[in-house]
């Protein structure tokens, strides 16, 4: 039974650009959500179909939602928080479908062949949540300039009234890093601790044993997701609001 | 010591303090919502966002954990 922390690499774009398992399951779920949202867009109708009015009920019930959390800049940072809230989930979701992890692929490695899975689960790889971490905060960097201005923003982080204020600005600047750090590591750690708790079941008693894993495993994602826009909403509404 | 019973050790020692973090946070909000009942989805809500800052130090030492035996 193998379990490796990072993703293993099986092949390479054009020569140079190393491409890992979770790269290409990345690619599959990009894709799946693209066409899923051109199919809603090009199928709306008057009389709404099933799924129509499914995506409409859940658009109302999530901005809301947001809008109870922002107020009046949830038009612009609405469609930050829902991408996210769908990659992820979506991500996560797929991570728990039959193949992944079992479909191999030979694989030359130093001169020798090797078979190494061909889909791993995306969030499962510490490069894809670090990325979302800093696209995430660098957003809310962004969206604080937006709203309250550059002089309010820089005044948050340096502070020249008084020594205790000077070194809350420092605090400031070391939080939003510590922001990365336990943003990507939260997704990353939920995630790959239960792939890991996964394999140990199903090697263990393939039978029956693991559907009260698989079921925990589904909620762990989704609650994932709904906490990781939850936190993205709620510092920025931190970082606008005046003292 | 063997390197197994280390990787043990760190989340076992390490899912204490948020365990405790997790029951108190979760225990306060059953109490907000049993003395008002009306703001359960906001008591909620903000239960949830508490309780996934006191995970994530679990999780911090799970991948700890998991890097000492796996790599």
Redesign the interface.
């Known amino acids: 039974m193998e379990?490796?922390?990072a993703a293993e690499q099986i092949g390479e774009l054009f020569g140079v650009i190393p491409v890992t398992n979770s790269l290409v399951v990345t690619w599959i779920i990009m894709a799946v959500i693209l066409i899923l949202g051109l199919a809603i867009k090009f199928g709306l109708r008057i009389i709404p179909s099933s799924l129509q009015n499914f995506v409409e009920s859940f658009y109302e019930m999530s901005y809301e939602f947001v809008e109870g959390v922002l107020g009046e800049h949830t038009r612009v940072v609405y469609p930050f928080a829902i991408t996210f809230f769908f990659f992820i989930a979506f991500g996560n979701l797929a991570g728990l479908l039959p193949g992944m992890g079992s479909i191999t692929i030979d694989v030359i490695k130093h001169g020798e062949s090797e078979a190494l899975p061909l889909f791993r689960a995306l969030t499962a790889d510490l490069n894809l949540t670090f990325a979302l971490a800093l696209i995430a905060i660098i957003s809310n960097q962004y969206f604080s300039i937006k709203f309250i201005g550059l002089k309010k923003y820089l005044h948050k982080f340096i502070n020249f009234s008084s020594p205790i204020n000077f070194f809350v600005g420092i605090l400031e600047i070391v939080s939003e890093f510590s922001k990365i750090l336990?943003f990507s590591?939260?997704l990353?750690?939920?995630v790959?601790?239960g792939e890991?708790l996964l394999s140990v079941m199903y090697f263990l008693v393939p039978v029956f044993v693991p559907i009260p894993f698989v079921l925990m495993e589904i909620f762990v994602g989704l609650m994932q997701a709904?906490?990781f826009s939850?936190?993205f909403i709620?510092f920025i509404k931190v970082s606008i609001a005046e003292h | 010591m063997e390197p197994q019973a280390i990787a043990g050790l760190t989340i076992a020692i390490g899912g204490l303090g948020p365990a405790i973090a997790i029951g108190l946070i979760a225990s306060k909000a059953m109490e907000a919502i049993g003395r008002n009942p009306e703001a359960t989805s906001k008591i909620q809500?903000n239960m949830?966002?508490g309780l996934?800052?006191a995970?994530?130090i679990a999780?911090?030492s799970?991948?700890m954990a998991?890097?000492l035996k796996?790599?």
């Open positions: 379990i490796s922390v336990s590591f939260r990353f750690g939920n790959f601790a890991v709904f906490v939850l936190l709620v | 809500t949830v966002l996934a800052f995970e994530a999780i911090y799970l991948v998991l890097i796996f790599v």
